[in-house]
Structures are given as structure tokens and as C-alpha cells.
């Protein structure tokens, strides 16, 4: 009952949102074709004539799937829309200032949709393409009297198409068949009028919930240095792009001929056996330009091109999650200055309509990744990728089964549990580390119902232990030598804990003691799987699993006495992959063993970080055929141990929501000199210390309206520092 009545809550939301649109809108697609099939693209046109151009004119767009505007023919929006969808049903739409854009007299609206016509795990497909448009100020708003044809120049490439997790497909252009001047002529050629096919809210798009993160940031087309390798029949033209980053490529070329077809790919035209995106061009008589639209990412851009055509020149459009990376770290050691700038470009890499666990294979919201990558963007990007997990939140929580289950990625439609990453998720480390690093109250509100559905699905065995638990797939972390009782305990005594948290805040006393009751029992249970030297739970027969070491620590599970045998064990056991890799380092810094914790790190990430083919970090930890499952370069849990860097080896985390109160407890191990930044709702946080004999020097920053408790790293004794700059040495 308690499913549906927060069914029947989010419905009535999306109502509210379907009712800004205006009455008169309606979802228009083309007369003409098959435009519900996969990968379509339809072209729509509206012209619109203003005697004066109002202060301010909102416009309200959906598309199924993505969209581009050009106002009397400028660009100004570069791929709009999100993929489907806020929840199971639901769709999103956006909001758009076009005054800026608009001026007396005729006004020529262009409008290209791009349908995708096929699920993924990060897009769930209506079955129907089609805009929405509402701009009531100036009267523009969607229905019969659009114009409109499926755009004729586009098809998908023949051969392997990209794998099923992804809903983009391969992109064929054929400029023989370009509609010329489409988005500022008057005469338009096979354009019809276009088809009703519903109003705002009606099947399949249903309720519209308003795109919650920004548009992306277009940096605008930059020149690429290109080299060419001369072929017997083609050429293959080869540009090295500044760092691995989501692209539109640009090219320019002439052909006496036409007819001749350009390949284009980057550098990860697939992973393993599973194909990811690329692109084909063919060409037309003369002189052409052209800019595929289907994103794609990589280090390198790559082109065959047949002989016979003229290559003229090659551009790149990198666009990106809006949100700049304005933490920093150095120190004077250049591995950990790399590791640093690999971990930034990966997790950046990594962001768009959710947090991705790649942006090649997949493109999906992965909940234990989404969990480690929003842990390192809290401390290196701005407060506008903090919307980017509020959605994501939001989005786990609408997709729960009415058993209570929670499922990733989504929004997709892959609807398998892994509990291990569903715990991960609702723990201190997910969603209570959001709370902590925005105080944001209200989501809380929102989120606890789901967390609590969740929770009451595991069960303990009579010792107290988390009981066994059979999840769609048993995931644990890739690797061998898994212990998944003890894994899973951890989490869930994580998961709980962070429950109990949430009741607190929420004023549930009752509910906050029995997840404090459900934790005692689980440290019990998991304390009797100590054997003296190590965790392992009695069915467990591999070799000892340092996860569950790492979780016992940074969970508070293990007792001061453990540690020198949990340390010396994790001196031999490295099993962990590079997704759990950062907790056995968190484990080993609060267990006072900082030093180790860097050499560790230094040995496991040393072929990745030192790759120099590759400015972004593996999936498993090695390259290739060397990875985990297929082995993508660009995985962004990988940049685990950035978090580590900034709150334990220079100390930075809140103490009180919303960074209020904040400290400092730095381990300054390793390096002689290191200074970091940290963006937070506060204002930008300073860290640096430089040891010089003796002595170690510390400078911190402390924003205005909050507080920071400095801990000596010698005395363990700590003071209060208030708004401003301090210089201490110890």
C-alpha cells in the first residue's frame, strides 16, 4: 500500500508539470513514413511574426528522443532533451528562454528531432517520436499547422550496430539526399503539415517532469591536429584530441563525384566484443561541410577516407555536463599529480543525463559506480553536479518494484538487482553523503520511504549476521576470491546506518533504534566470523577477501585490537577491483597507515596511471583484454582514491550538513608539499601543508558562515578556526 500511495504522490506531480504546458500544445510528428522506427530523425519548421520582442519568452520542450533548435538559422540549443525517463511511465521535458534569440518581423523556428526508436539501459523507448512545443507568449505552440518530413539524409549504418545497452545507433548521413536551407527558407520541399498525436500527458510520454540538470556546456568547434596515413585505396586521417572527451566530429571535404563514404569512429570503436558508436558520411558533388550529431568519446578522432575525395579540414564540438572542475590538488609528487588529473577527466567523462560507469559500452547509471563517482565530484566540480545525483536519486527511487526492490541502471529498461550496489547506494556513502554535502532536507524526505522499503527485505540469521540473500545477480565486485556473505553484511550494516540517520533527522525516533538495534546485531554477527587473524564467514573457502576486511573498518565493525592483523593481511591480499580498491585505502588511512595505503595505491593504479595512450582510467586494472568484463579505459570508480586524497590524507569532510562545520585531519604522509581546493555550498575550501624538517607548516581556508575543527596530526588535539585564513605549524 505504502508503494502505491507514493505512486499516486509522484502522479500527481507529474500532473502539475503536464499542466504547464499549454492547453493548445499538442505532440505533433510527421504525416508521412515510418517515424517510430529505429534511429529516425524528423525535421519540423514553424515561422512566427512579432510586431515587438517581449522581455521574456518561455518556452516548454519535449522530444522524444533528442532535439536541436536553430532560431532564424543560429543553433541554440545543441542536443536537448533527456533520456526517458524520471520514472517507468514518464518523460522529461525543458525550459528554454528564447528572447534573446527572437526580433520584429518573421521568425523562422527549426526544429530537428532525433528518435531513437530502440530501449537501452539508460533510456526506455516510447515507441512513438514526436515534440511538444509551447511558447504561449508569442503564440507558438505545436500542432497541425507545423511543417514537417523525416529528414531524408539520415539512416543507419549497414554492418555491426552498436550492442544492446545502448539506444543510440550508428548514424548514416547521406548528403546527396541534405534538405538545403530547411531551417530558414520558405519554400520547403516535402515538408507536410504535421500529425496530432495527443496533448501533455497522454500515453506514451505520460507525465512530464521539468529536466532538473542544466544544458549541456558546448564549447564550440576548435580546429583538430590531424595527421594523414596514406592508404592504397583510402586514407585514414588520425587526430589526437586533447584529453578523452564526449565529441561531435566536424568535417569539411570536396568531391568532383559524390558518392563516397567517410568512416568515422575515435579510438573505442567497441569494448571487448561490444560494439559502441560511430558514423558514416557520404559525400555529394562539390564542396560540403558536415558535424554528426551522435556523440561519441575517446582520445583519438579517427577517419577513412576514400581517395577521390579532397579533405579540407577537421573540427570537433566537445560538449559536457555544465559544470566546471574547480577542486585542485598537487604536491610534489608527479604520479599522484597525474593519477589526480586522470581521476578529474574520467569522472568528467562520465557525466551527461546520469553518472555513467563508461561513456562508450554503456552510457548507464550503475548505482555502486554512480557511488563513488559522486564522492569524488563533491570534491572537485561546482554545486551544479550536485543535480546530477539529486536526479539520479530521484530516478532509483521512482523505479522500485512494488516488492521493494531497488534496481540499476536506470532509467533503462535493465530491471536486475544487485544488492550489493542497491546497499551501496541508500549507505553513508550514497545518499546520506548527499545530504552531507548539501543539506538538502527535503530530498531526504523524499528518498527515506524508499530507503525503508528496501531495507525491510533483509533479513539476520540467528548469529545476527546479515542473512543470505539471493539478488537477480550476486555481484559482489569483479575479481576472484569474493567473500559475499561478509561483503553483503558490510554494506547492509553501512546501509542501516545511514537509515538510522535518516530517521533521526526525520524525527523517527522508533524507526532510528531498530536500525541502530539491526546494526548491533550485524557487527555481532560479523565479529564472530573473526577466525583471529581475519574476517571470513565458515562457507567461505577462497583465499581471505580484503573487501570484507576494508568494509569491517571504514563500517566502524572492527575493533581498535583488529587492526594490526587486518593491516598486515592487507599487506598480501589485493583482490579488489578498482571499484572496491578505495575503500581498502580508507580502511588502511583510519586505521593510521597512510603511508601504506599510498604505496598500495601507487603499485595497483601504476599501468593505468602511467599509460601514456590513455588520459582516463581502466575498469579493471589493466587495459583491454586485461580489464574486467571487456575492459573500457574510461571507468570513473577507478578515480575512488581522489576521495581518499582529500578526506583523509589532507582530512577534508563536513561534520555538519551542508558543510555548516567542517574538519580538518590531515595524515600528511608521503609527500613533503601538497595543496588542494574543494568546492562546496560554502564557498571553496584551502588546504596545503609543506613539511621542512621538523616541522610542517600548515594554510587553510576557511569559507565564510561555517567553522572548521583543525586536528594536529602529531597531538591529535584539535581547535576551532573561524571564518578567514590560518597558518599553523606543528
Same mark, same amino acid.
Given at each position: 500500500m505504502k508503494h502505491v500511495l507514493s505512486f499516486l504522490i509522484f502522479l500527481l506531480g507529474m500532473q502539475t508539470f503536464a499542466a504547464s504546458f499549454d492547453k493548445n500544445s499538442h505532440w505533433i510528428t510527421v504525416s508521412e513514413g515510418n517515424a517510430d522506427a529505429m534511429n529516425t530523425w524528423l525535421a519540423f519548421r514553424r515561422n512566427v511574426t512579432l510586431d515587438a520582442v517581449p522581455e521574456s519568452v518561455e518556452a516548454l520542450v519535449a522530444a522524444d528522443s533528442k532535439y536541436w533548435i536553430w532560431l532564424n538559422g543560429k543553433l541554440i540549443v545543441f542536443e536537448g532533451g533527456l533520456k526517458r525517463g524520471p520514472s517507468p511511465r514518464d518523460s522529461y521535458f525543458d525550459k528554454l528562454e528564447l528572447a534573446p534569440f527572437l526580433r520584429r518581423g518573421t521568425n523562422r523556428l527549426a526544429i530537428l528531432v532525433w528518435h531513437f526508436g530502440r530501449n537501452g539501459m539508460?533510456?526506455?523507448?516510447?515507441?512513438?517520436?514526436?515534440?511538444?512545443?509551447?511558447?504561449?507568449?508569442?503564440?507558438?505552440?505545436?500542432?497541425?499547422?507545423?511543417?514537417?518530413?523525416?529528414?531524408?539524409?539520415?539512416?543507419?549504418?549497414?554492418?555491426?550496430?552498436?550492442?544492446?545497452?545502448? %539506444?543510440?545507433?550508428?548514424?548514416?548521413?547521406?548528403?546527396?539526399?541534405?534538405?538545403?536551407?530547411?531551417?530558414?527558407?520558405?519554400?520547403?520541399?516535402?515538408?507536410?503539415?504535421? $500529425?496530432?498525436?495527443?496533448?501533455?500527458?497522454?500515453? %506514451?510520454?505520460?507525465?512530464?517532469?521539468?529536466?532538473?540538470?542544466?544544458?549541456?556546456?558546448?564549447?564550440?568547434?576548435?580546429?583538430?591536429?590531424?595527421?594523414?596515413?596514406?592508404?592504397?585505396?583510402?586514407?585514414?586521417i588520425v587526430a589526437r584530441l586533447p584529453?578523452?572527451?564526449?565529441?561531435?566530429?566536424?568535417?569539411?571535404?570536396?568531391?568532383?563525384?559524390?558518392?563516397?563514404?567517410?568512416?568515422?569512429?575515435?579510438?573505442? %570503436?567497441?569494448?571487448?566484443?561490444?560494439?559502441?558508436?560511430?558514423?558514416?558520411?557520404?559525400?555529394? $558533388?562539390?564542396?560540403?561541410?558536415?558535424?554528426?550529431?551522435?556523440?561519441?568519446?575517446?582520445? *583519438?578522432?579517427?577517419l577513412i577516407v576514400p581517395h577521390g575525395v579532397i579533405f579540407k579540414q577537421l573540427m570537433y564540438r566537445q560538449t559536457a555536463y555544465d559544470s566546471d572542475a574547480e577542486g585542485t590538488f598537487s604536491c610534489d609528487d608527479n604520479f599522484y599529480n597525474e !593519477?589526480?588529473?586522470?581521476?578529474?577527466?574520467?569522472?568528467?567523462?562520465?557525466?551527461r543525463d546520469t553518472y555513467y560507469d563508461c561513456p562508450d559500452r554503456e552510457r548507464s547509471q550503475w548505482w555502486g559506480d554512480e557511488t563513488s563517482l559522486t564522492g569524488e565530484a563533491f570534491y572537485t566540480f561546482d554545486t551544479r553536479a550536485h543535480a546530477l545525483m539529486k536526479k539520479g536519486m530521484l530516478e532509483l527511487c521512482e523505479f522500485q518494484r512494488p516488492d521493494g526492490v531497488l534496481h540499476a541502471p536506470i532509467p533503462g529498461t535493465y530491471d536486475t538487482e544487485l544488492p550489493s550496489q542497491m546497499l551501496a547506494s541508500i549507505s553513508l556513502y550514497g545518499f546520506w553523503n548527499y545530504f552531507m554535502q548539501t543539506g538538502d532536507t527535503a530530498i531526504v524526505e523524499r528518498v527515506y520511504p524508499h530507503v525503508k522499503a528496501y531495507l525491510s527485505r533483509w533479513r539476520l540469521e540467528d548469529s545476527g549476521l546479515t542473512a543470505a540473500y539471493k539478488g537477480e545477480w550476486n555481484w559482489g565486485d569483479w575479481g576472484n576470491h569474493r567473500d559475499m556473505r561478509?561483503?553483503?553484511?558490510?554494506?547492509?550494516?553501512?546501509?542501516?546506518?545511514?537509515?538510522?540517520?535518516?530517521?533521526?533527522?526525520?524525527?523517527?525516533?522508533? *524507526?532510528?533504534?531498530? !536500525?541502530?538495534?539491526?546494526?548491533?546485531?550485524?557487527?555481532?554477527?560479523?565479529?564472530?566470523?573473526?577466525?583471529?587473524?581475519?574476517?571470513?564467514?565458515?562457507?567461505?573457502?577462497?583465499?581471505?577477501d580484503d573487501r570484507v576486511q576494508a568494509l569491517a573498518v571504514v563500517a566502524g565493525i572492527a575493533e581498535r585490537e583488529k587492526w594490526p592483523q587486518i593491516t598486515q593481511l592487507l599487506h598480501t591480499q589485493k583482490h579488489a577491483s578498482p571499484?572496491?580498491?578505495?575503500?581498502?585505502?580508507?580502511?588502511?588511512?583510519?586505521?593510521?597507515?597512510?603511508?601504506?595505503?599510498? *604505496?598500495?595505491? $601507487?603499485? $595497483?593504479?601504476?599501468?593505468?596511471?602511467?599509460?601514456?595512450?590513455?588520459?582516463?582510467?581502466?575498469?579493471?586494472?589493466?587495459?583491454?583484454?586485461?580489464?574486467?568484463?571487456?575492459?573500457t579505459v574510461n571507468h570513473a570508480w577507478s578515480g575512488g582514491a581522489l576521495t581518499v586524497i582529500a578526506q583523509y590524507l589532507m582530512g577534508i569532510s563536513p561534520t555538519k550538513a551542508g558543510w555548516q562545520e567542517f574538519q580538518v585531519k590531515p595524515q600528511p604522509v608521503c609527500f613533503k608539499r601538497a595543496s588542494i581546493t574543494v568546492p562546496t555550498v560554502r564557498g571553496t575550501i584551502g588546504v596545503s601543508y609543506q613539511t621542512k624538517g621538523e616541522h610542517t607548516v600548515f594554510s587553510i581556508t576557511v569559507p565564510q558562515a561555517t567553522t572548521c575543527r583543525f586536528v594536529n596530526p602529531k597531538t591529535g588535539i584539535g581547535q576551532t578556526l573561524a571564518a578567514g585564513k590560518h597558518r599553523i605549524t606543528i
Open positions: 539508460s533510456h526506455i523507448n516510447s515507441g512513438k517520436a514526436g515534440l511538444l512545443f509551447s511558447a504561449p507568449t508569442i503564440g507558438l505552440l505545436s500542432d497541425a499547422s507545423w511543417q514537417s518530413r523525416l529528414h531524408p539524409a539520415y539512416s543507419t549504418c549497414e554492418g555491426p550496430q552498436t550492442n544492446w545497452r545502448l %539506444p543510440e545507433s550508428n548514424i548514416l548521413f547521406d548528403a546527396r539526399r541534405d534538405i538545403d536551407g530547411w531551417q530558414t527558407d520558405d519554400v520547403l520541399h516535402g515538408f507536410t503539415a504535421s $500529425r496530432e498525436i495527443g496533448q501533455a500527458g497522454d500515453a %506514451p510520454w505520460n507525465g512530464l517532469v521539468e529536466r532538473p540538470i542544466p544544458q549541456w556546456k558546448d564549447y564550440g568547434l576548435q580546429r583538430a591536429k590531424y595527421e594523414t596515413r596514406k592508404g592504397q585505396v583510402a586514407d585514414t584529453y578523452n572527451m564526449h565529441i561531435t566530429p566536424w568535417i569539411s571535404v570536396s568531391d568532383t563525384e559524390g558518392g563516397h563514404n567517410i568512416y568515422i569512429q575515435t579510438d573505442h %570503436p567497441q569494448v571487448g566484443t561490444e560494439v559502441c558508436v560511430h558514423a558514416e558520411y557520404i559525400t555529394r $558533388r562539390g564542396s560540403q561541410q558536415y558535424e554528426s550529431l551522435g556523440w561519441m568519446n575517446g582520445d *583519438e578522432l579517427q !593519477y589526480w588529473l586522470k581521476a578529474l577527466r574520467t569522472l568528467h567523462v562520465n557525466m561478509l561483503i553483503y553484511a558490510g554494506w547492509h550494516y553501512l546501509a542501516l546506518a545511514s537509515a538510522a540517520q535518516m530517521a533521526d533527522l526525520l524525527a523517527l525516533p522508533v *524507526e532510528a533504534q531498530t !536500525y541502530r538495534n539491526f546494526m548491533a546485531a550485524v557487527k555481532k554477527g560479523y565479529n564472530a566470523c573473526w577466525n583471529g587473524t581475519a574476517y571470513r564467514h565458515p562457507d567461505y573457502q577462497g583465499d581471505t571499484y572496491m580498491e578505495k575503500y581498502v585505502m580508507e580502511a588502511l588511512f583510519m586505521m593510521n597507515e597512510g603511508e601504506y595505503a599510498m *604505496e598500495r595505491g $601507487r603499485e $595497483r593504479y601504476r599501468e593505468m596511471v602511467e599509460d601514456p595512450l590513455h588520459t582516463t582510467l581502466y575498469e579493471g586494472w589493466g587495459s583491454a583484454d586485461k580489464g574486467f568484463s571487456g575492459g
